[in-house]
């Protein structure tokens, strides 16, 4: 928006046309993306066979009343006088949409006229050019225009936008307005609390980033919220995106803003809870076009009333948009895409914003918005960014999928497995990271792709999971190849099946910093907190921080008479002395039950380690209750295992570290008075982690502590913040390692410790 007699709203030519002219139904049958680098590409390789003096990505905008329009066309050739509309695609060109065709001429007659007004044109060629990735041929379609019936079609799409402009005109005033006056949701800020406030409002004023090391119950989520808000108006902020590793996170966020709501009932703000498609999906056992689901037919005819009821009622969980959503008859998932155009405060997992195809960073380059990210629980984004930017090919899920493959497919996955096996042929031992991906391979994996693509095109009705698990599988493989560098690894691990051999290749990103930099530079202001992120060189090198991020340890509100830590400094936890640690791990935790009996949780290395310990305790210690965590608990086995923590209860549940109960659960009080940590929490010695430590060595000079030290004790300070959860709590740690006397191990425990030995048997 920009300023004047009167406010001008400013639209992108692609948003305002997906706004004006899409229409019928959704369909998302098989029509399989390039990604953006393949879409770079294509748009390269047509613009390269233009002839001389043929202008690629030119800027164009246009006024219509207080509308101001903007965007770029792909490509203008003079000689021709055609401007081009440039598309690319994989597979059957007769496999488009019509209404995505429908579109796309929309967007062309935009550009279109926008052109005539620069060059004072009257009459020009419009072409839509749709580029096949893989056979690399272009299918053009063409119309001419007279510039008169150009300009009509653009005022009459402006004209459409126009109501919807001036609400949204509207609504950002009042809700700038009544920002601007909003107060703290509670009568004071909690100790802690104001300093994190005054450090995210100072980052989001000088457009940089922030690391937040903030203890638990300090009211953190509302304390990074409120005052992004309080910028809105001033920063002229148009978002919010508040991003979480977990579903409990996102409810924290949605109760922050409940809270805010309540203390400011006449607030005009549109929060949106973003859900994963699965869970949001009405009819799992149906495709997801028109002739399948009802909830897909028609969608666009019904999405603008869907749309205008959903921001009316401006708190959107997910319960409220399902509801909307089911009542206009569209589907829960897709409408809450559209809505994250529209709404002001955005909550979803990391994925929607770090992911490589990631729909709320997508939307703020394309409409250049000013956005702001808060980033809960950071400590997670190394590992959950890992993943993200890895793939894996499962050579024996392969192989059974090739049993029932269609046999027009024979040719290029039989390919395949011959430079599978060629790859792992000469390879001796169980493992190996190879400095790049072969070329016969990804070539193989290529052309099998294509032919996947291809058949998939032609069969649009065709069912097999397994071929298309595969598919999904490879092209995210391919994808990541393209891009393969230093950050990551290329690994071959096999294993023996009967009387054959199979392998995993695995594209396993290391270093997520690459990925990640735009990210943070695309965004407004970025503020990352959690309870766990020092040391700052560590996660600043890991997530590609801009180098003048600003740090705070947020000052905890509770002190050092709460929680009694004390290093068991005779007992290893390595993995040659496990045997002989078990009998005295086994006796510090009795006797100190029986000094002070209540809720313990015993947090170990592994299962196998914590299962030799549990039946050792069990053995000598018959008495004291015990409970624990076993493998693939589902959800009510978790909450079953946390029920055991009740404020009169006693006894010690084993748990393992990293796990489900070492972060993220609540027990204040009398649900918890104690923790032992038997173990540093270092990542496995393997082969994986060792290349791993040799490239962090090469990248930042410390491998062993970035590979190994850091993560490790990032985890122990996790659970043992378990333990003090309010200003009430009082606590004992047990830190069960010799390793834990060590100066710099103890540097990186949290600052309002008081550490001492724990006393002698």
Same mark, same amino acid.
């Given at each position: 928006?920009?300023?004047?007699?009167r406010?001008?709203?400013t639209?992108?030519?692609?948003?305002?046309t997906?706004?004006?002219?899409?229409?019928?139904d959704?369909d998302l049958?098989?029509?399989?993306?390039?990604?953006?680098?393949?879409?770079?590409?294509?748009?390269?390789?047509?613009?390269a066979r233009?002839a001389?003096g043929?202008h690629?990505?030119?800027?164009l905008?246009?006024?219509y009343?207080?509308l101001l329009?903007?965007?770029r066309?792909?490509?203008y050739d003079?000689?021709?006088?055609?401007?081009?509309?440039?598309k690319?695609?994989?597979g059957k060109?007769?496999a488009?949409p019509?209404?995505?065709?429908?579109?796309h001429?929309?967007?062309?007659?935009?550009?279109?006229w926008?052109?005539c007004?620069k060059?004072?044109?009257s009459?020009?060629?419009?072409?839509l050019?749709?580029?096949?990735i893989?056979?690399?041929?272009?299918?053009?379609?063409v119309e001419?225009?007279?510039a008169?019936?150009?300009q009509?079609?653009?005022e009459?799409?402006?004209?459409?936008?126009?109501a919807?402009?001036d609400?949204e005109l509207?609504?950002?005033?009042?809700r700038?307005?009544?920002?601007?006056?909003?107060?703290?949701?509670?009568?004071?800020? #909690?100790?802690?609390q104001?300093? =994190?406030?005054? !450090?995210?409002y100072? /980052?989001?004023s000088? &457009?940089?980033c922030?690391? *937040?090391?903030?203890?638990t119950?300090?009211?953190?989520?509302?304390?990074?919220?409120?005052?992004?808000?309080?910028a809105?108006?001033?920063?002229?902020l148009?978002k919010i995106f508040?991003l979480?590793?977990k579903?409990?996170g996102?409810?924290?966020?949605l109760d922050?803003?409940g809270?805010?709501?309540?203390?400011?009932p006449?607030?005009?703000?549109?929060?949106?809870?973003?859900?994963a498609?699965?869970k949001a999906c009405e009819h799992p056992?149906?495709?997801?076009?028109g002739?399948s689901?009802?909830l897909a #037919?028609?969608?666009?005819?019904? =999405?603008p009333q !869907?749309?205008?009821a /959903?921001l009316?009622? &401006?708190a959107?969980d997910? *319960?409220?948009t399902r509801?909307?959503a089911?009542?206009?008859?569209?589907?829960?998932?897709?409408?809450?895409?559209e809505?994250?155009?529209?709404?002001?405060?955005?909550?979803?997992d990391?994925?929607?914003?770090?992911d490589?195809s990631?729909?709320?960073h997508?939307l703020?380059l394309?409409?250049?918005?000013?956005a702001?990210?808060?980033v809960d629980?950071?400590?997670?984004l190394?590992?959950?960014?890992?993943?993200?930017y890895s793939a894996?090919?499962?050579q024996?899920?392969?192989?059974f999928?090739?049993q029932?493959?269609p046999?027009?497919?024979k040719?290029?996955l039989?390919?395949?497995n011959?430079a599978w096996?060629?790859?792992?042929?000469e390879?001796?031992e169980?493992?190996r990271?190879?400095?790049?991906?072969?070329s016969k391979?990804?070539g193989?994996?290529?052309?099998?792709i294509?032919a996947?693509?291809?058949?998939?095109?032609?069969?649009p009705t065709?069912?097999n999971s397994g071929?298309?698990?595969?598919?999904?599988d490879?092209?995210h493989?391919?994808?990541l190849?393209?891009?393969?560098?230093t950050?990551s690894?290329?690994?071959?691990?096999?294993e023996?099946?009967?009387a054959?051999?199979?392998?995993?290749?695995?594209?396993?990103n290391?270093l997520?910093?690459p990925?990640?930099?735009p990210?943070?530079?695309?965004a407004?202001t970025?503020?990352?907190f959690s309870a766990?992120?020092?040391p700052?060189h560590f996660?600043?090198?890991?997530l590609g921080?801009?180098q003048?991020?600003a740090?705070?340890?947020v000052e905890?509100?509770?002190?050092a008479e709460?929680?009694t830590?004390?290093?068991?400094?005779?007992?290893?936890?390595?993995?040659?002395?496990r045997?002989?640690?078990?009998?005295?791990?086994?006796?510090?935790m009795?006797r100190q039950y029986?000094e002070?009996?209540?809720?313990y949780?015993?947090f170990?290395s592994?299962?196998?380690y914590l299962?030799?310990?549990?039946?050792l305790?069990r053995a000598r210690?018959?008495?004291?209750?015990t409970w624990e965590q076993s493998?693939?608990?589902?959800?009510?086995e978790?909450e079953?295992?946390?029920?055991?923590?009740?404020?009169?209860g006693?006894g010690?549940?084993f748990?393992?570290?990293?796990g489900?109960f070492?972060?993220g659960i609540d027990l204040p009080?009398e649900?918890?008075?104690?923790a032992f940590v038997?173990?540093?929490?270092l990542?496995q010695?393997?082969?994986v982690?060792?290349?791993?430590?040799?490239?962090m060595?090469?990248a930042f000079?410390?491998g062993h502590d970035y590979?190994?030290?850091?993560?490790?004790?990032q985890?122990?300070?996790?659970?043992?913040?378990?333990?003090?959860?309010?200003q009430?709590d009082?606590?004992?740690?047990?830190l069960i390692?010799?390793r834990?006397a060590r100066?710099?191990?103890?540097?990186?425990l949290p600052?309002?410790?008081?550490?001492?030995p724990?006393?002698?048997s």
């Open positions: 928006m920009a300023g004047g007699r406010v001008k709203y639209v992108a030519v692609r948003a305002l997906e706004f004006t002219a899409r229409k019928g959704l049958r098989f029509t399989p993306s390039p990604s953006a680098q393949e879409g770079i590409a294509g748009h390269g390789a047509v613009t233009r001389a043929y690629a990505e030119v800027s905008s246009g006024q009343k207080h329009v903007r965007g066309a792909d490509g003079p000689a021709l006088n055609q401007l081009e509309e440039i690319t695609y994989k060109f007769d488009i019509d209404n995505h065709r429908h579109l001429w929309a967007q062309a007659k935009m550009y279109g926008l052109l007004q060059m004072g044109l009459e020009l060629r419009l072409a050019v749709y580029f096949e893989g056979s690399q041929t272009e299918t053009v379609l001419e225009h007279a008169a019936e150009l009509r079609y653009f009459e799409q402006c004209e459409r936008f126009l919807w402009a609400r509207a609504h950002r005033a009042a700038d307005q009544a920002l601007a006056a909003l107060r703290f949701p509670h009568a004071a800020f #909690r100790p802690g104001r300093q =994190l406030a005054e !450090a995210a100072r /980052a989001a000088s &457009g940089r922030l690391m *937040a090391q903030a203890p119950g300090i009211g953190k989520t509302v304390g990074t919220m409120f005052p992004l808000l309080k809105c108006p001033t920063q002229e148009d508040f979480t590793a579903t409990s996102r409810a924290l966020a922050a803003l809270q805010i709501r309540r203390s400011a006449a607030l005009p703000l549109r929060t949106l809870e973003l859900i498609r699965d056992d149906k495709a997801c076009h002739e689901c009802p #037919r028609g969608f666009y005819d019904r =999405l !869907a749309r205008q /959903a009316a009622a &401006g959107l997910r *319960a409220a509801a909307v089911l009542e206009h008859g569209v589907c829960p998932y897709y409408l809450g895409q809505l994250a155009r529209w709404c002001d405060v955005v909550v979803g990391y994925n929607y914003y770090f490589s990631a729909l709320l997508g703020t394309d409409n250049q918005w000013h702001a990210v808060l629980e950071a400590h997670n190394i590992e959950r960014a890992r993943k993200m894996e090919l499962d024996a899920a392969f192989h999928m090739r029932s493959a046999a027009a497919l040719k290029s039989d390919r395949l011959r096996n060629a790859l792992h042929k390879q001796g169980p493992y990271a190879y400095p790049e991906i072969p391979f990804a193989a994996l290529q052309q099998a294509s996947v693509t291809d058949f998939l095109a032609e069969n065709y069912v071929l298309q698990r595969f598919y999904f490879a092209l493989f391919s994808r190849s393209e891009s393969f560098d950050h690894l290329f690994d071959v691990a096999k023996q099946h009967g054959h051999v199979r392998s995993t290749l695995c594209i396993r290391i997520p910093a990925f990640l930099a990210r943070f530079a695309t407004r970025t503020t990352l766990t992120l020092s700052w996660y600043r090198d890991m921080m801009p003048d991020t740090c705070i340890d905890s509100p509770f002190t709460q929680l830590v004390r290093i068991a400094g005779r007992i290893s936890t390595r993995y040659r002395q045997a002989q640690s078990l009998a005295p791990i086994a006796e510090l009795a029986r002070r009996p209540g809720n949780l015993a170990l592994s299962f196998d299962r030799d310990v549990a039946e305790f210690h018959p008495d004291i209750p493998r693939r608990m589902d959800e009510q978790r079953q295992f946390l029920a055991r923590f009740t404020p009169e006693c010690i549940g748990a393992v570290l990293g489900a070492a972060e009080g649900r918890l008075v104690g038997a173990t540093l929490g990542p010695f393997n082969p982690n060792e290349q791993i430590r040799e490239r060595e090469a000079g410390a590979a190994y030290l850091y993560p490790g004790l985890k122990v300070v996790q659970a043992a913040g378990r333990v003090i959860r309010t009430s009082r606590g004992v740690v047990y390692d010799d834990f100066l710099n191990v103890r540097a990186l600052r309002w410790w008081k550490v001492e724990a006393p002698e």
